[in-house]
């Protein structure tokens, strides 16, 4: 007994000085929006200053439009996730299941588009962009974001796929299933978890994507949050109270998000503990 | 699941409602700028009252970092679009002249128009008027806090003994509590006023480097003493540091610019602006780099738009307008009817402004500007750091500008080669094409038969192949041409010239080992830390959840704030990191951004921290797999922690890790940003790179596409031969293919 006293103090004892070592840079970041005058650094390590104010709270939401970006990066990460759980799920579920010619060159692909530099795609996606003058929409953004965040997701869907037995269509089909129904009757709501990692993973893609948001949308009034954010950002005038407040706000959505997912990635994951 | 498809609809429609490709618009007017917050605003209020005067026109001012600007610029005008007009300081004119992505102005108005402006706000190059500039600006001055100092210093040896009079350590603790003077010391451009008081300069009239110079020696030795010999300036000082030293009243005087004074006066500081001092052994002014700043007109705006930008332009550049935003921001303005104003004869700001930029130099605006600022900044660095003698500084200086002036204007070579090996490539890929035919066919029978499986797989193949194809072979066709600064336009393709110099690349077998090793670092732990969390969160314990959470946070927060908030922690005499070493381990302090060893060990600590969140979730869905029983049976059997973790946990989570681990040393290997914000871009002296950030570098530093394209592909085929390598070994691991 006493043991395992001992062993549960010290697990609390690591989780606890993780923990802090973790998020101390994070209070860092909130001391820094709470600070005014824009001051990065400090001499001092006190987390609240003397001189603190939520000013650059009110600032944030009440002068910029802080609100519209955030409006619009919800929409565009709604549709990249709806898009990527759609396409990876039927996608890695071919994978899984069939054999066809070009599989090994798929699969082989799609680890091979983690690859690239984002160095290397962006004068030709800008190009290309323009030519299909898809450039300052979103309909241009939500595509490559798809394309971004795909290949990992694929791979995720077609992984959990597998462990998933065959003999559940087989019994469907036999039922009078056709291939489709069998996979989206069946087959798809077993795979929960995978899919609830694929809309996680699509979402923060979209979500705080800066690069090619930068180089595609021109309309202020397109502009999504990472890109609001940048801009209180300036050679040698940055904003930086509003930008660290910006930063903090903008992180609760995600971990909102996250918080209600775990709930899924426990209890379905013993779902595919099916082994033999 | 039904819901599922309703929500998707309901999405598409919002989408389609809110950001439907906007048509260009001929009346509109689209201005980039990179003006500071306060600035901007008076821009925009210019803008609204020109509208309201002006009905039928619609201007839009769009706000840009930059060197974002520029590289958004170049590459949005090479695809013939971008803003009509783009407003920056007058150093970005060389570069868009040589690319022809910028039209003159001569055409635009009479010579009399332009004889009204100050001769230094009409940016020429080759004959012709590029930029026309509305402010003289960018000049560095000397800031002084009049509660410390009632008199400012007219020459060094007064600034040296008013430094010394203003550093006290107020409370005996050893920490310097007041600096005399602080300022952003590391950064070439702040060195430049110190360079011209000891007679030097960077280049001569025909734009050869002169950096080898006595005068640059004897300046180098001047900075360290003030920091070595003196001890009036702090050991380290970035440009946030200074700025907000001054801020909190902790230094006496500042070195700053006219873009931060305002907010000094914001900050509750009762500050005044001196020139800069005169260095008594040479009799000469400390002359800061005078930077005009202004607009210039995109090569793609059509011929029938030019007339509104012309009225436009004239609304903005009235001396009306600009002692506007002179009283408002204390800008310089440009025309020289604004000069007789009152204020500029009784603002004190604007006054000692004046005088400076009287006494500062113009800005070169040439392209070869950026090759000395690159190659004067690690030499430059390396004896601040100790690392070099000044002597041996300025003549790595010199060489350094030499080899990079002659790397942007990189010649065409053979181009009767090039035109062979078009044909070549031609000719491998029909010969490839040949090889696989037997595969082709079969694809095309298969379509036929299994029309299912296609129909669930080609919506993705097809965006993937979309977005990702054709970049890529754009990118290889690059790699073998001579894309560059003089061949922007007009590039062909030379053959395997750009690998070859790749190789050549002093720094790239240095480079690339870097690489090797923070890959390898990072992977490490972020698999061991993350792991090892997931199992301890995975037990039964009251309050798990909220550890969850917390420990998802960096994941979670955007990477740009809190990569600089680790860059403030490493910070020699104010970050936490330092202060916990002394304070709590009783180690002395490191000097972490200064030496490349320290600097490479922050980024890789800021890295791990950013990346075992990653690792924990999903070590926590992978442990959720492993049934209960055989821990249980373990147990029974009479198993240490040691030998389930080995025997049971490693090898069953290892199906779901693989994925994740290959995936993450792909990441970590192009992992640009953290590398570039924890190092402020390779600092010091560009020794903290990994082949990444080198590339980016090369390519929107100095204009060298094809350079680029070729190093993006070698390092592209490093990770490639790492994946066959992984999918090979993993072949036993069929549950994961």
Request: aromatic content about 14%.
């Amino acid at each position: 007994m006493k043991k395992k006293y001992l062993t549960t103090i010290l697990i609390y004892a690591v989780l606890i000085v993780v923990t802090l070592a973790t998020i101390y840079p994070i209070i860092n970041v909130f001391t820094i929006s709470i600070r005014p005058n824009n001051k990065l650094f400090s001499t001092t390590l006190e987390i609240i200053p003397e001189d603190w104010t939520f000013n650059q709270y009110i600032e944030l939401f009440a002068n910029r439009p802080f609100l519209l970006w955030t409006w619009n990066s919800f929409i565009i990460s709604l549709v990249v996730t709806f898009t990527g759980v759609a396409l990876a799920s039927t996608t890695g579920y071919a994978l899984s299941r069939y054999k066809f010619v070009g599989k090994k060159s798929i699969l082989f692909g799609l680890l091979t588009t983690q690859i690239f530099p984002a160095t290397m795609l962006l004068l030709p996606m800008y190009i290309m962009l323009i030519k299909l003058q898809l450039l300052n929409s979103y309909i241009g953004i939500i595509i490559v974001y798809s394309a971004t965040a795909l290949p990992f997701c694929i791979w995720q869907m077609k992984g959990y796929y597998d462990t998933i037995p065959y003999s559940l269509e087989e019994s469907a089909r036999i039922d009078g299933c056709n291939r489709w129904q069998a996979f989206y009757i069946i087959v798809l709501p077993l795979a929960a978890p995978a899919l609830v990692i694929t809309a996680l993973f699509s979402f923060m893609t979209a979500w705080s994507e800066y690069i090619v948001a930068a180089q595609i949308l021109q309309d202020t009034d397109l502009y999504t949050l990472p890109l609001g954010i940048k801009s209180f950002q300036s050679n040698m005038s940055t904003e930086w109270g509003l930008y660290a407040a910006a930063s903090l706000v903008v992180s609760i959505p995600v971990v909102i998000l996250f918080v209600i997912l775990s709930r899924w990635l426990v209890s379905g994951l013993t779902l595919g503990s099916v082994k033999g | 699941m039904r819901n599922f498809k309703k929500y998707f609809i309901l999405s598409i429609f919002l989408l389609l409602l809110q950001g439907c490709s906007k048509k260009s618009d001929d009346d509109l007017i689209i201005i980039w700028h990179n003006m500071r917050p306060e600035e901007k605003q008076v821009l925009q209020d210019q803008i609204n009252e020109f509208m309201k005067l002006n009905p039928g026109f619609k201007v839009i001012e769009l706000y840009k970092e930059t060197e974002e600007m520029r590289s958004g610029f170049i590459i949005a005008a090479i695809g013939g679009q971008g803003p009509d007009l783009i407003y920056g300081p007058s150093d970005q004119i060389g570069p868009f002249e040589e690319m022809q992505i910028i039209i003159p102005l001569d055409s635009l108005f009479e010579q009399e128009y332009f004889e009204k402006f100050n001769s230094r706000a009409l940016i020429r190059s080759n004959g012709k008027i590029w930029q026309l500039a509305d402010k003289l600006g960018n000049h560095l001055t000397l800031v002084y806090n009049k509660k410390f100092i009632q008199t400012p210093p007219k020459t060094d040896k007064e600034l040296i003994e008013l430094g010394k009079q203003n550093t006290i350590d107020f409370d005996g603790d050893g920490k310097i509590d007041r600096y005399g003077l602080v300022w952003n010391y590391t950064e070439p451009y702040f060195f430049i006023p110190f360079l011209t008081g000891f007679g030097g300069w960077i280049f001569d009239e025909n734009y050869r480097p002169t950096l080898n110079t006595l005068q640059m020696i004897n300046a180098l030795n001047f900075i360290k003493d003030l920091r070595d010999k003196y001890k009036i300036i702090p050991n380290e000082a970035d440009y946030d540091i200074a700025d907000m030293l001054f801020k909190e009243g902790k230094a006496a005087m500042i070195i700053n610019g006219d873009w931060s004074w305002s907010s000094y006066g914001n900050a509750g500081i009762d500050y005044g602006i001196a020139p800069l001092p005169i260095i008594e052994s040479t009799g000469l002014h400390c002359k800061p780099m005078v930077a005009p700043k202004g607009y210039s007109i995109n090569a793609n705006v059509k011929p029938e738009k030019i007339k509104k930008i012309k009225k436009l332009l004239e609304f903005l550049l009235s001396p009306e307008k600009q002692l506007e935003t002179a009283s408002k921001v204390k800008t310089f303005p440009s025309r020289k009817e604004a000069y007789d104003e009152e204020m500029f004869k009784s603002d004190e700001v604007l006054v000692n402004s004046q005088v400076q930029i009287q006494n500062g130099v113009g800005l070169p605006i040439v392209t070869e500007m950026r090759a000395i600022w690159d190659a004067m900044r690690p030499p430059y660095q390396a004896v601040l750091g100790g690392a070099i003698l000044p002597e041996n500084a300025a003549k790595e200086m010199q060489l350094l500008a030499e080899r990079k002036i002659k790397e942007i204007r990189e010649e065409n070579e053979q181009s009767t080669f090039g035109f062979y090996f078009q044909f070549f490539l031609l000719a491998l890929t029909v010969f490839l094409l040949f090889l696989i035919r037997k595969q082709i066919y079969a694809f095309i029978k298969n379509l036929k038969e299994d029309l299912f499986v296609y129909a669930l797989t080609l919506p993705a193949l097809i965006i993937l192949l979309a977005v990702i194809l054709y970049p890529f072979v754009y990118n290889v066709i690059l790699s073998f041409s001579n894309m560059s600064l003089s061949k922007i336009r007009g590039w062909s393709i030379i053959g395997l010239h750009q690998y070859y110099k790749v190789f050549q690349e002093q720094q790239f077998y240095s480079v690339f080992i870097k690489t090797l090793i923070w890959t390898f670092i990072n992977v490490f732990f972020h698999v061991t830390i993350g792991v090892a969390l997931a199992i301890l969160l995975n037990r039964d314990l009251p309050g798990k959840s909220i550890f969850r959470v917390l420990l998802i946070l960096p994941w979670a927060i955007p990477q740009y704030i809190t990569a600089l908030t680790w860059r403030g922690m490493f910070n020699y005499e104010y970050g936490a990191i330092n202060i916990i070493l002394t304070k709590i381990f009783g180690l002395g302090p490191v000097e972490w951004l200064k030496s490349p060893t320290e600097a490479f060990a922050a980024a890789i600590t800021t890295n791990i921290w950013l990346g075992f969140p990653f690792m924990m979730v999903i070590a926590l869905g992978a442990l959720q797999s492993i049934p209960q029983e055989l821990y249980e049976a373990a147990d029974i059997d009479g198993a240490k922690w040691r030998h389930k973790l080995f025997n049971i946990t490693i090898p069953l989570i290892k199906p779901v890790m693989i994925p994740a681990i290959v995936l993450g040393v792909i990441w970590t290997f192009n992992n640009l940003n953290v590398i570039w914000l924890v190092s402020n871009a390779g600092e010091p002296s560009d020794s903290t790179h990994i082949l990444v950030s080198y590339v980016y570098k090369a390519a929107f530093n100095f204009y060298r596409f094809g350079f680029a394209a070729a190093f993006s592909m070698i390092i592209f085929l490093i990770l490639f031969a790492f994946n066959i390598f992984v999918m090979r070994k993993s072949k036993a691991e069929e549950s994961v293919y």
